[in-house]
């Protein structure tokens, strides 16, 4: 069989959503490999604020695309695509169905629908546009993209590293990176996307930050922040930026929790946003459990591809 020709499964979901436990028991159940796409996870160090995959679980199912680079390197949606497109050859080749989980609806577009072909990046002009947001923060970089192109500043989703990298293909070609079209994508893919109302998100927020600050979250900070001292990831990925400032004497802890859940809220907001337009997906108002033999059913037909 031609690897290529075989449908890849992709689950994608808000942050809590349960899809990350779902998709373990269900590559348990069927022997998948778990392709994370998750832009957060791919940082060695940042484990307890992006629910990175414990060690026993990634014991039991292998997990791909996790722990690639450090807080200090840079890591863009292209190297996404090029990393999960090798590794999923390497599974199909292997005689096994990989599972693409996460929740970074960007990275699932990319990989699905295909990746922008705008020009490389140019990390002179990049640095001039980060020069700006350690001055005057992200507000004024995303007021430029939204008027330059609504369609690239809602795409960037207030991430940082995608609004600098908009901006800077706007600024040198005069085109946003919208405007370059898609190169196709090398593999097809069948898409589920969870949508549970954040109602029922809300408390399995809270309950999730709770659990964070209890596994050691503020201890994690402070060692990537001695490790790391002058990085943008860590302190701006949701989770880390509030624990900075609490660790800088800006906010006690009570309220550095409640910045971080207001933070994840407002995060899985955009996701939702974002997977209800996700093209060529069947979607499900529901969590992950809720759904549990649909997914079963869903993947029980792809695994006999192999």
Do not use: C
């Not at 809590?16 to 998948?32: F, M, P, Q, T, W």
């Not at 695309?65 to 450090?70: A, E, F, K, R």
């Not at 994840?264 to 996701?271: G, I, K, V």
């Amino acid at each position: 069989m031609v690897t290529s020709d075989v449908l890849v499964p992709v689950l994608g979901a808000p942050t809590a959503s349960g899809k990350s436990s779902i998709a373990l028991e269900l590559a348990e159940r069927y022997d998948l490999e778990i392709v994370s796409a998750d832009a957060m996870q791919v940082y060695r160090g940042m484990d307890i604020g992006t629910a990175k995959p414990t060690p026993a679980e990634r014991h039991k199912v292998p997990h791909h695309l996790i722990d690639l680079v450090t807080p200090a390197e840079a890591f863009s949606v292209a190297d996404f695509v090029r990393e999960a497109e090798r590794v999923i050859g390497e599974v199909l080749g292997r005689g096994t169905l990989p599972l693409v989980v996460g929740g970074t609806g960007f990275y699932i577009r990319a990989l699905t629908e295909g990746l922008p072909a705008a020009p490389p990046a140019d990390p002179a002009e990049q640095a001039e546009l980060w020069q700006v947001f350690e001055h005057d923060g992200l507000e004024p970089l995303l007021q430029e993209l939204e008027r330059a192109s609504p369609e690239d500043a809602h795409r960037a989703q207030r991430n940082p590293r995608r609004v600098v990298r908009a901006l800077e293909v706007l600024r040198r070609t005069g085109k946003p990176p919208s405007a370059f079209g898609l190169r196709p994508p090398t593999y097809r893919f069948d898409k589920v996307v969870l949508l549970p109302t954040l109602e029922v998100l809300a408390p399995r927020i809270t309950s999730r930050t709770e659990t964070m600050f209890a596994r050691g979250l503020v201890g994690e900070v402070e060692g990537l922040l001695q490790r790391y001292p002058k990085q943008l990831t860590a302190s701006q990925a949701i989770g880390y930026k509030e624990v900075v400032a609490y660790l800088q004497g800006q906010s006690s802890l009570e309220e550095t929790k409640t910045a971080v859940t207001l933070a994840t809220r407002q995060y899985a907001r955009r996701q939702r946003t974002w997977f209800a337009k996700e093209p060529h997906a069947r979607r499900y108002p529901r969590l992950a459990l809720e759904i549990e033999e649909e997914l079963l059913a869903w993947l029980a037909g792809l695994a006999q591809q192999l």
